[in-house]
């Protein structure tokens, strides 16, 4: 019998783990957010209990295990046009100011999970051209992800129709997608080939990525300690060229952790300008 319950002593152990792997702080009272997400590995690793995979985890001894349980602790539901404002800003605001730059824009989408938020960047960008010919011919979309199981399925740009329903309008599907055999449909190429992704781990130096004109980090530093939320925008800061814009999650802020930016209100929404 499979046992699905986590130990005291487990949890805390595991929660030192994965906040030195990736910076993650879980708190005290999220051990159903383990269980949860952990649970369907039991099984498929031939483990007992939950505590089992824990703790064979924890002795790093299991490559394959240890990579499967990072994937399923930092992967994030995520949906299209997020918010709705940033890329009304990303559209309206920013492109257009950057294009006076008269240099390739580079931007660089973070966290990009199951990939909905730098396709999202990518129809932004391809809308803004269409009705502006000649805006910013030559753009490039980094994506970076610590999952390479979610860098895999971006990279297929395959998702089904449920996915698709979450803040896609039936004009973007229309345009920006085509059928797939899996019965769900597939991000057409014209979009693909302004987005490449490459694995990342936010802890780590972002150096080889090289600078960007707009980075989105957008619902990632609330699940870091304030430590590693410093250090993490200390090194966007790093990346960006000057002038360069930061878009944060709605529920996220600078205040007490950054003074590098200055605030934009946009109306609706809040970005920041390197200073």
């Known amino acids: 019998m499979t046992t699905l319950t986590v130990n005291d002593q487990d949890y805390y152990d595991f929660c030192h783990f994965l906040e030195a792997q990736c910076g993650i702080v879980l708190g005290d009272s999220k051990q159903y957010l383990v269980r949860s997400r952990l649970s369907p590995l039991v099984k498929r690793f031939g483990l007992s209990s939950l505590s089992d995979l824990l703790q064979v985890t924890l002795k790093g001894r299991n490559r394959e295990l240890r990579v499967a349980v990072i994937d399923a602790m ?4 995520t949906l299209w046009f997020r918010d709705s404002y940033p890329y009304a800003v990303l559209a309206d605001r920013v492109l257009p100011e950057l294009a006076t730059n008269r240099r390739p824009l580079k931007i660089w989408s973070a966290a990009s999970s199951s990939g909905q938020e ?3 960047i990518a129809m932004t960008i391809l809308e803004q051209q269409l009705k502006r010919p000649g805006l910013l011919p030559n753009i490039q979309i980094t994506a970076t992800d610590i999952s390479q199981t979610m860098l ?3 990279r297929e740009g395959v998702y089904d129709q449920l996915a698709l329903s979450r803040g896609l309008s039936p004009e973007r599907r229309r345009i920006f997608f085509e059928s797939h055999l899996s019965g769900g449909m597939q991000v057409n190429q014209r979009v693909k080939q302004l987005v490449n992704f490459r694995p990342q781990n936010l802890k780590d130096s972002y150096v080889l990525l090289g600078k960007f004109d707009v980075i989105f980090c957008r619902n990632v530093l609330i699940y870091f300690s304030a430590e590693t ?3 993490v925008l200390n090194q966007l800061a ?3 060229n000057p002038g360069g814009y930061l878009f944060l999650g709605a529920s996220e802020s600078l205040t007490g952790l950054c003074d590098r930016f200055e605030m934009v209100r946009c109306n609706p929404g809040i970005i920041y300008k390197l200073k």
Not at 74 to 77: L, Q, S, V
């Open 74 to 77: 930092t992967t994030n539901e």
């Open 118 to 120: 730098p396709y999202s």
């Open 152 to 154: 895999d399925m971006c």
């Open 229 to 231: 939320k410093i250090k």
């Open 238 to 240: 790093a990346s960006l």
